[in-house]
């Protein structure tokens, strides 16, 4: 019961804090803009869905080569990182020797 409360108190205060905003006329302004380049997106995925979805596989293609060559820069970089600390280590237990 404590839960639909809550939930509906965020709703109500979201509602109400949008609806206050809106008196200010560039807020207005903005959201008009904004909701009319929902609409055109939205109209655009729906008239050709295989072109949205071209898009999206894309997106997604470049998302996983990016993230695939910085994990591969980062894994170069931790190899040289213990190269360098295997070689500094070698170093200080051979001065320790003599």
Request: proline share 1%; charged share 20%.
């Amino acid at each position: 019961m404590g839960n639909r409360k809550l939930v509906f108190g965020v709703l109500i205060g979201a509602l109400v804090g949008g609806a206050i905003t809106l008196f200010d006329r560039e807020t207005r302004h903005y959201s008009r803009m904004k909701l009319a380049s929902f609409k055109s997106g939205t109209q655009s995925v729906l008239h050709n869905p295989s072109d949205a979805v071209r898009k999206v596989r894309v997106a997604f293609d470049t998302f996983n080569q990016n993230f695939s060559s910085g994990a591969q820069s980062t894994i170069n970089a931790l190899e040289q990182v213990e190269t360098t600390l295997e070689k500094y280590t070698n170093r200080n237990e051979t001065n320790r020797i003599e």
